[in-house]
């Protein structure tokens, strides 16, 4: 089993819809959580990041973390093309090395 | 603003070549990491190191070697490139202090003939 997996996708919304990302890890001791959005091509930049159980809102992103469920997800409102990217799971699941370890991550397309 | 510059952005080299790849960040951070990217597999890491001259081996180490003689400095050396190491290579860092984020450079579009 992966240590933290996400659903591949592409994941298909209309513009001005929600989009929703979910993630889920292995490890209940892991304290720290990251969201990255990926354009093909470009490297990953950090969009959001989560620590407790909860709901974390920045502009039209929403993080939210269950570490009971051991899940975290991501919520885009409004939707726009230019969200159309991979979104990349992040999780610290301890160990040592302050060491992140990433999903594969889910691709989003935000149709018109 | 954190800032981790990879030394190119894309590369071409032939098969059975060593190869280096040059990662610097400005931010003083303790911990880097080396990633390969390809389609379908994810990230996936090869080498980090959490001080001055140490290294761990990641997930998939093998066919290559990291230097860290300078802190900000992290370089991944391919000894002897292979076709199978074309692939993008994703450089990190990140502080010692826990529950912080990594950040990457631009990355390396590496291509082995």
């Known amino acids: 089993q992966k240590e933290v997996e996400q659903n591949s996708g592409p994941l298909s919304v209309p513009e001005g819809a929600i989009a929703s990302l979910n993630c889920t890890y292995s490890d209940r001791v892991s304290q720290s959580f990251f969201w990255y959005r990926q354009y093909s091509g470009k490297s990953p930049e950090l969009i959001m990041s989560?620590?407790?159980?909860g709901d974390k809102e920045d502009g039209r992103f929403t993080a939210q973390l269950n570490k009971a469920s051991q899940y975290v997800s991501l919520l885009i409102r409004d939707s726009q093309p230019s969200d159309s990217a991979t979104y990349l799971c992040a999780v610290n699941l301890g160990g040592g090395g302050n060491k992140l370890t990433f999903g594969t991550g889910t691709q989003l397309k935000v149709e018109l | 603003d954190v800032k981790v510059t990879q030394s190119s952005r894309y590369l071409v080299k032939r098969t059975g070549e060593k190869v280096f790849l040059e990662c610097v960040q400005d931010m003083d951070h303790e911990n880097m990491f080396w990633y390969r990217q390809d389609p379908g597999l994810g990230l996936r890491l090869i080498y980090f190191s959490y001080d001055v001259k140490m290294k761990e081996k990641g997930d998939i180490p093998e066919g290559y070697s990291v230097s860290r003689e300078k802190k900000e400095r992290f370089s991944l050396i391919l000894e002897s490139a292979s076709t199978n190491q074309t692939s993008m290579y994703l450089c990190a860092s990140i502080s010692f202090t826990s529950n912080q984020p990594q950040h990457f450079g631009d990355g390396t579009r590496l291509s082995i003939l």
């Open positions: 989560i620590y407790s159980n």
